[in-house]
């Protein structure tokens, strides 16, 4: 079992940034791929950022390009999402997520574990 916390969100403006952190507990972490993924109010989940085991591979949706970077820190068992020159269309519940396989995994149902969700919130 592997038990995520994400913490982090919180109101921001338009241009502002966040990083939001997920904590990961139980199984050993370094053996999951993990993921983010938002969901706003009356649409499905998608796709932000993935990272492989290692760090070494990194894949982000479209839309957060240039913006968003996903990071690992595994002697720590934390994953991060820096947000930059947040928008509007960003606001969200943001979940983090772990799988049990490797590499970039852009498939919400390939995810094993998730967390609880932290919102963010960008005011125009």
């Not at 079992?1 to 370094?30: M, Y």
């Not at 070494?56 to 390009?65: E, F, L, P, Y």
């Not at 690992?72 to 947000?83: F, G, P």
């Not at 269309?89 to 390939?110: H, M, Q, R």
């Amino acid at each position: 079992q592997v038990q995520l916390v994400e913490s982090g969100g919180g109101l921001v403006q338009a241009g502002d940034s966040l990083r939001l952190s997920c904590a990961a507990s139980g199984r050993t972490f370094s053996n999951n791929a993990m993921g983010w993924f938002r969901q706003a109010p009356g649409k499905e989940r998608e796709f932000v950022a993935s990272i492989s085991w290692s760090g070494g591979s990194t894949s982000r949706a479209d839309s957060v390009k240039g913006r968003f970077t996903i990071s690992r820190d595994n002697a720590k068992n934390m994953v991060y999402l820096q947000m930059n020159n947040l928008k509007p269309e960003d606001t969200a519940v943001y979940y983090c997520a772990a799988s049990y396989s490797n590499g970039v995994i852009t498939t919400p149902s390939l995810y094993d574990y998730w967390g609880q969700g932290t919102q963010v919130t960008v005011s125009s």
